[in-house]
């Protein structure tokens, strides 16, 4: 009793387990001659405690199995011992073992055999993936994201995966079960090194009651669970080299779009427009009036301190602009895990155990913002005690830290996301501040969020086929996003003899101040802050029990308690108007039971369940009218203060869920599932309250929205293919509504200006997934898989409410919007080539050409459409494509084992074929945009300029700009010219950011991965 009260206080602190991590074995144990069912045999897990014993039909089941491969035996009196090797049990799954157990008179007879892993899974009914860890190690990815997004159905967004058409919000991560959604937004962050993980299970329909809170996808990793007597471990180092990640010169580069007309001698003394540029050059870069006009408005401005010579004024230019950005420094990953019995006092703890892993990673940014990288480390601990042979106890810890930029400048943080993704943070510079962007470092406020987690899990076996699990769980999420140290004012920096200057562009500035070429150097920078915290307790607890052969029952109570504390402004100190807040301090919860039944028969099985979520704001919130005057400037400071409230209502939701595999033979199947899926709206839809400085309300939200709803089918097929493939095709349909938007309203004199949350957003998605796939194979293994989707949206009723009838007149003109985009579907392939392990010559216990291994990742997708209708043509939408997306990546390993030590050092080459792909961020504005689609030459337009242009394509870096010449006469030697333009694509204006047009070239990393 004093093991299991010392376990009981070292390992529950507020912490919850979402969902099963845990398989089970079943099977029927026979006699090999007779046929007959053998009552009393005893089947056990080698290893563990984990065994049952064969009822009067000959029928097992053992219970909470986690995932892994196992050796299990069964024994009885008169019998030979009887062994299966290589028993594969998965997440949530039943992996069948039937025993044919031979009469015997000689004890200690045994049999051995390996068991058969069957391909096609038959108790799954929805699109499921089983990822082990072997497989994981061999393919050129980093993070458990880069695996997920290898799935149909999956593809990679800004703030997460996002599952056959879903944003990030809607798809729930957990490790081990516990949730690591940030409930502030719903979105994951998905914290879990390679060097732990055992399994990940990617589901993108079909989730069973007991999921809550989620509507398109379920990520479960399962980590290590550490040997009772023995240590193992893995340090994996992956380094890529500094390197450009964009194709062409250096942005900072003095011939680069932002430096050009400032440095080129041709023009840099007397202006762009001095006849050395031909209008095609003038064009492409910013207008400027020469240092020698610069010089002579300092000379003549009245003010004697200020006065430059022409070559003064450039050394200052070069003095403003003195930031050097090119990447110096290596984008790198280190991942280590290791674990075993726990020092000294394990044995004395129910076997205690330990897996201890920590991830820490690099990645640096295209060009640098306040940062110059995106980092991240988090770090974790397992921690597993047996309290008796039918209780476990699992402790989970979990710190995290992201630190980067915020994408916002003048607006306030909702959802408290930073920068990450490289094109997302090149397309930064397409606007009229880009050379503030790129020179000042304060443009974006630099921003850390810190993450901790706590969880416990106890389960209990009451018998071999019933047992209960509580669970309890804690997140933190603190952000800080901030204001950089001040600018040092003092004027001791001396660029231009006897012209002394501070440090500017360096340092945070809140007042007006430009550049000697009117660049942003203060005022307009660093606004956005945020010092929110919000955390969540969540109680858990669930009872299974295999009720008979045919049916297993599982239900389960889940609480969730939220404590949002959000504090996001902008802040300047020279502008009003820059300055808003959105700040409030809540508690809501919620409460969701739920019952399901897994029903298996030998042609049919089935999950069927219901669940009951009730969602309570827990707030009381304002009455206010539409254009009530407390919306208005100089009122709304008072609301807290004047404004009558209520109590905001509660949500009931009812959601059934079904799912139902029908094996047609031992090598395929049919299934259906069909469900209600429900979440939380985001918690700034929900209680945002957004104000200016002087008090006008720009955003409110409403505590009482309705949950986000999908209603979810599927239908499925799955054949196995000559006992080596694996074919899957899925057909699903997802009808989204109550998903939230905001509402504007406006009175009569516009002194009542703000946006209202309301459920008023809809969407239909439809579409179907083909999965080829081997994993088995002693030289090749793979898969392949094709994603087609298309997806309706629209809003219900208005999106804007005018006071003014002229103006409500004018907008109810306008029919309803409804976007209908045309599909863009995708591809994906992996091929394995692997050399067995004892393959070739052997040298002194190592064979050079065993264990290599070449691992080929290639991607495809097809283009998007846009608009492009420069006549104004009424109707014309979606008229232009952009080119088709291409990449392939590699590892190439060898592993050598040298005693326990296994030793893989790899090759990572990203875009191996160097594919160049145009970016927006090339385009240095709209007009330049323009420019561009007006020179291509699509399949509608007519004469010279007909064509099969698609947006993405480029003239060569060696070949000169030279458009097509006019035709109307269809000259034969202007038309033969004009061949010659088409061919070498000289004709197209390309984009004047050249650094940007094209990102993300080649890169090679090189790594080292060790296991013991």
């Given at each position: 009793m004093k093991r299991v009260f010392f376990l009981t206080i070292l390992f529950v602190?507020?912490?919850?387990?979402?969902?099963?991590?845990?398989?089970?074995?079943?099977?029927?144990?026979?006699?090999?001659?007779?046929?007959?069912?053998?009552?009393?045999?005893?089947?056990?897990?080698?290893?563990?405690?984990?065994?049952?014993?064969?009822?009067?039909?000959?029928?097992?089941?053992?219970?909470?199995?986690?995932?892994?491969?196992?050796?299990?035996?069964?024994?009885?009196?008169?019998?030979?011992?009887?062994?299966?090797?290589?028993?594969?049990?998965?997440?949530?799954?039943?992996?069948?073992?039937?025993?044919?157990?031979?009469?015997?008179?000689?004890?200690?007879?045994?049999?051995?055999?390996v068991a058969e892993r069957p391909i096609v899974q038959k108790d799954v009914s929805s699109s499921r993936m089983n990822i082990g860890s072997e497989t994981i190690k061999n393919m050129?990815?980093?993070?458990?994201?880069?695996?997920?997004?290898?799935?149909?159905?999956?593809?990679?967004?800004?703030?997460?995966?996002?599952?056959?058409?879903?944003?990030?919000?809607?798809?729930?991560?957990?490790?081990?079960?516990?949730?690591?959604?940030?409930?502030?937004?719903?979105?994951?962050?998905?914290?879990?090194?390679?060097?732990?993980?055992?399994?990940?299970?990617?589901?993108?329909?079909?989730?069973?009651?007991?999921?809550?809170?989620?509507?398109?996808?379920?990520?479960?990793?399962?980590?290590?669970?550490?040997?009772?007597?023995?240590?193992?471990?893995?340090?994996?180092?992956?380094?890529?080299?500094?390197?450009?990640?964009?194709?062409?010169?250096?942005?900072?580069?003095?011939?680069?779009?932002?430096?050009?007309?400032?440095?080129?001698?041709?023009?840099?003394?007397?202006?762009?427009?001095?006849?050395?540029?031909?209008?095609?050059?003038?064009?492409?870069?910013?207008?400027?009036?020469?240092?020698?006009?610069?010089?002579?408005?300092?000379?003549?401005?009245?003010?004697?301190?200020?006065?430059?010579?022409?070559?003064?004024?450039?050394?200052?230019?070069?003095?403003?602009?003195?930031?050097?950005?090119?990447?110096?420094?290596?984008?790198?990953?280190?991942?280590?895990?290791?674990?075993?019995?726990?020092?000294?006092?394990?044995?004395?703890?129910?076997?205690?155990?330990?897996?201890?892993?920590?991830?820490?990673?690099?990645?640096?940014?295209?060009?640098?913002?306040?940062?110059?990288?995106?980092?991240?480390?988090?770090?974790?601990?397992?921690l597993t005690a047996d309290l008796t042979s039918s209780m476990k106890l699992t402790f989970t810890g979990l710190y995290g830290e992201i630190h980067s930029v915020s994408p916002y400048d003048w607006q306030v943080t909702p959802t408290g996301r930073v920068l990450r993704i490289q094109e997302e943070i090149a397309d930064l510079l397409n606007s009229r501040n880009g050379n503030s962007i790129l020179y000042m470092p304060g443009y974006y406020s630099p921003s850390s969020i810190y993450r901790a987690m706590f969880g416990t899990n106890l389960t209990h076996m009451l018998d071999p086929k019933t047992f209960y699990e509580i669970s309890?769980?804690?997140?933190?999420?603190?952000?800080?996003?901030?204001?950089?140290?001040?600018?040092?004012?003092?004027?001791?920096?001396?660029?231009?003899?006897?012209?002394?200057?501070?440090e500017a562009p360096y340092g945070y500035w809140g007042y007006g101040e430009t550049g000697i070429d009117g660049m942003i150097m203060g005022g307009w920078m660093n606004l956005g802050r945020d010092k929110s915290i919000n955390s969540t307790t969540s109680f858990r607890s669930d009872l299974t029990s295999q009720i008979n052969v045919r049916n297993q029952v599982k239900t389960g109570i889940q609480i969730v308690y939220n404590d949002y504390n959000i504090n996001s402004s902008t802040e300047s100190p020279s502008m009003g108007t820059w300055t808003r807040n959105m700040v409030y301090s809540l508690f809501p919860f919620r409460i969701g039971a739920y019952?399901?039944?897994?029903?298996?028969?030998?042609?049919?099985?089935?999950?069927?369940?219901?669940?009951?979520?009730?969602?309570?704001?827990?707030?009381?919130?304002?009455?206010?009218?539409?254009?009530?005057?407390?919306?208005?400037?100089?009122?709304?400071?008072?609301?807290?203060?004047?404004?009558?409230?209520?109590?905001?209502?509660?949500?009931?939701?009812?959601?059934?869920?079904?799912?139902?595999?029908?094996?047609?033979?031992?090598?395929?199947?049919?299934y259906f599932n069909y469900g209600h899926f429900r979440s939380e709206p985001a918690?700034?839809?929900?209680?945002?309250?957004?104000?200016?400085?002087?008090?006008?309300?720009?955003?409110?939200?409403?505590?009482?929205?309705?949950?986000?709803?999908?209603?979810?089918?599927e239908l499925g097929f799955t054949q196995n293919l000559f006992d080596m493939l694996l074919l899957n095709i899925a057909a699903y349909y997802k009808d989204v509504t109550e998903q939230p938007g905001w509402i504007f309203y406006q009175n009569i004199n516009n002194s009542v200006q703000y946006y209202k949350s309301a459920n008023n957003n809809y969407e239909d998605i439809r579409g179907f997934e083909v999965t080829m796939s081997k994993h088995i194979g002693r030289w090749l293994t793979g898969f392949v898989n094709y994603t087609y989707d298309v997806g309706t949206s629209g809003y219900f009723g208005l999106t804007r409410y005018f006071e003014d009838p002229n103006k409500q007149r004018d907008y109810l003109k306008l029919h309803p919007y409804q976007e209908k985009p045309h599909p863009q579907p995708y591809a994906r392939a992996n091929i394995d080539f692997h050399t067995p392990g004892n393959f070739g010559p052997k040298w002194k216990d190592i064979y050079p050409v065993g264990s290599w291994n070449l691992s080929i990742l290639a991607d495809w997708r097809a283009g998007r459409y846009e608009t492009y209708n420069p006549n104004d043509i009424p109707g014309i939408v979606d008229d232009v494509q952009w080119?088709?997306?291409?990449?392939?990546?590699?590892?190439?390993?060898?592993?050598?084992?040298?005693?326990?030590?296994?030793?893989?050092?790899?090759?990572?080459?990203?875009?191996?074929l160097n594919i160049k792909y145009m970016s927006y961020a090339g385009f240095s504005d709209r007009y330049d945009y323009l420019d561009y689609m007006h020179s291509l030459n699509f399949p509608w337009e007519e004469g010279e300029e007909h064509g099969n242009d698609r947006i993405g394509d480029y003239r060569p870096d060696d070949v000169p700009y030279d458009p097509l010449e006019p035709n109307p006469q269809n000259d034969p030697e202007i038309k033969a010219r004009n061949d010659i333009r088409k061919k070498n694509k000289s004709y197209i204006d390309m984009p004047n950011i050249k650094s940007l047009t094209f990102l993300n070239p080649q890169d090679i990393a090189f790594g080292i991965r060790i296991n013991f």
């Open positions: 602190f507020p912490a919850v387990v979402f969902a099963g991590v845990t398989g089970k074995i079943t099977g029927i144990v026979t006699d090999t001659e007779t046929g007959n069912a053998l009552p009393g045999a005893n089947v056990i897990i080698e290893g563990t405690t984990m065994g049952a014993a064969t009822n009067l039909e000959g029928y097992y089941v053992i219970l909470n199995v986690p995932p892994g491969t196992y050796r299990l035996k069964t024994s009885m009196m008169g019998y030979a011992t009887y062994t299966v090797t290589d028993v594969r049990v998965y997440i949530d799954l039943t992996t069948t073992v039937d025993f044919k157990m031979k009469p015997t008179v000689l004890p200690g007879e045994e049999v051995v055999v050129p990815v980093q993070i458990v994201e880069e695996v997920l997004t290898l799935q149909a159905g999956i593809e990679r967004g800004r703030e997460g995966i996002i599952v056959r058409g879903g944003s990030a919000n809607q798809t729930v991560f957990m490790v081990d079960g516990l949730l690591l959604n940030d409930e502030r937004s719903n979105i994951p962050y998905p914290a879990v090194g390679m060097s732990s993980v055992q399994e990940i299970q990617i589901q993108t329909g079909g989730f069973n009651a007991e999921y809550g809170n989620v509507r398109s996808g379920v990520v479960n990793v399962v980590t290590k669970e550490s040997s009772r007597n023995r240590y193992s471990g893995i340090v994996t180092v992956r380094y890529s080299p500094p390197a450009p990640k964009h194709f062409g010169p250096s942005v900072y580069d003095l011939y680069s779009f932002f430096n050009r007309p400032y440095m080129d001698p041709d023009v840099c003394w007397s202006g762009t427009d001095n006849g050395a540029w031909d209008g095609y050059t003038q064009r492409q870069y910013p207008h400027f009036e020469g240092w020698n006009a610069v010089s002579e408005h300092t000379l003549q401005d009245g003010d004697p301190t200020n006065d430059l010579t022409p070559e003064g004024a450039k050394h200052l230019y070069e003095w403003q602009h003195r930031r050097q950005g090119d990447i110096k420094k290596p984008d790198y990953n280190i991942d280590v895990g290791f674990g075993g019995p726990f020092p000294y006092i394990g044995k004395k703890l129910g076997a205690l155990r330990f897996y201890l892993s920590h991830f820490r990673g690099q990645d640096m940014f295209v060009f640098p913002l306040s940062k110059d990288a995106y980092t991240e480390n988090h770090t974790q601990l397992r309890l769980q804690h997140n933190i999420n603190r952000y800080n996003t901030y204001k950089m140290a001040d600018r040092d004012t003092t004027k001791k920096y001396e660029p231009v003899p006897g012209y002394f200057v501070d019952i399901q039944d897994k029903l298996e028969y030998e042609g049919f099985i089935a999950n069927v369940g219901i669940r009951l979520d009730h969602s309570n704001p827990n707030t009381r919130w304002y009455q206010l009218e539409d254009y009530d005057k407390y919306f208005r400037a100089g009122y709304g400071n008072l609301i807290e203060i004047e404004v009558p409230t209520e109590k905001a209502k509660p949500t009931l939701s009812l959601s059934p869920r079904l799912g139902v595999s029908h094996p047609i033979t031992e090598n395929s199947k049919l918690s700034s839809y929900r209680f945002r309250l957004q104000r200016e400085s002087n008090g006008l309300v720009t955003y409110i939200g409403d505590p009482a929205l309705k949950p986000e709803k999908t209603v979810a089918y080119k088709d997306w291409y990449n392939v990546d590699l590892r190439s390993s060898k592993t050598i084992q040298i005693g326990k030590y296994a030793f893989q050092f790899f090759l990572d080459i990203a875009n191996v």
